[in-house]
T-cell receptor
Framework: EAQVTQNPRYLITVTGKKLTVTCSQN?????MSWYRQDPGLGLRQIYYSMNVEVTDKGDVPEGYKVSRKEKRNFPLILESPSPNQTSLYFC??????????????FGEGSWLTVV | AQSVTQPDIHITVSEGASLELRCNYS??????LFWYVQSPGQGLQLLLKYFSGDTLVQGIKGFEAEFKRSQSSFNLRKPSVHWSDAAEYFCAVYNQGGKLIFGQGTELSVKP
């Protein structure tokens, strides 16, 4: 079954404590991306990756890092989380972000609370 | 800059009534447009997409959307709403640079 899997699904953490949200897809997709969803703002792109070792900033990259060492994984790293990063995070993937027409698959979301 | 606007933050319709959710986009080239639905506590599910060709697009769950270039719109419609359609709906535009830009979302409530 085609899947985008995120972990953890729910996390409460404290300000400044580094955390990583993992994302894995089993569809051999080249394109992967992270979004955050906040009330009234919809989904905003944090980072995206067109392929292994290729990452680019989205609209709201501040306070986040990503890496793409292998095709299936695209972890989101919060080096020093702050309360304004409390949000619902989605990972997404598609076959090839350059070739339009490919369906984008989303993970189920990760609820992150920073206190 | 590319953008997507969903003018209605919240809409309430009666079960069995017709539905139209509005979406306007700003994009210089031919847009690639999507509608997603998010049920409470769930991820996003693709309802339909438009890339080219017929401007009336059929999707899952009885939804359809019409692309109108002259109005820069891609409104989502359903002839008869079911209680299970209550959810948040997102319109999005995708550019060839790898960015998927979402609207703010429209929350749909369905009255019995």
């Amino acid at each position: 079954e085609a899947q985008v899997t995120q972990n953890p699904r729910y996390l409460i953490t404290v300000t400044g404590k580094k955390l990583t949200v993992t994302c894995s897809q089993n569809m051999n997709h080249e394109y992967m991306s992270w979004y955050r969803q906040d009330p009234g703002l919809g989904l905003r792109q944090i980072y995206y990756s067109m392929n292994v070792e290729v990452t680019d900033k989205g609209d709201v990259p501040e306070g986040y890092k990503v890496s793409r060492k292998e095709k299936r994984n695209f972890p989101l790293i919060l080096e020093s989380p702050s309360p304004n990063q409390t949000s619902l995070y989605f990972c997404a993937s598609s076959l090839n972000g350059v070739l339009t027409g490919n369906t984008i698959y989303f993970g189920e979301g990760s609820w992150l609370t920073v206190v | 800059a590319q953008s997507v606007t969903q003018p209605d933050i919240h809409i309430t319709v009666s079960e069995g009534a017709s539905l139209e959710l509005r979406c306007n986009y700003s994009y210089g080239a031919t847009p690639y447009l999507f509608w997603y639905v998010q049920s409470p506590g769930q991820g996003l599910q693709l309802l339909l997409k438009y890339f080219s060709g017929d401007t009336l697009v059929q999707g899952i769950k009885g939804f359809e959307a019409e692309f109108k270039r002259s109005q820069s719109s891609f409104n989502l419609r359903k002839p008869s709403v079911h209680w299970s359609d209550a959810a948040e709906y997102f319109c999005a535009v995708y550019n060839q640079g790898g960015k998927l830009i979402f609207g703010q979302g429209t929350e749909l409530s369905v009255k019995p």
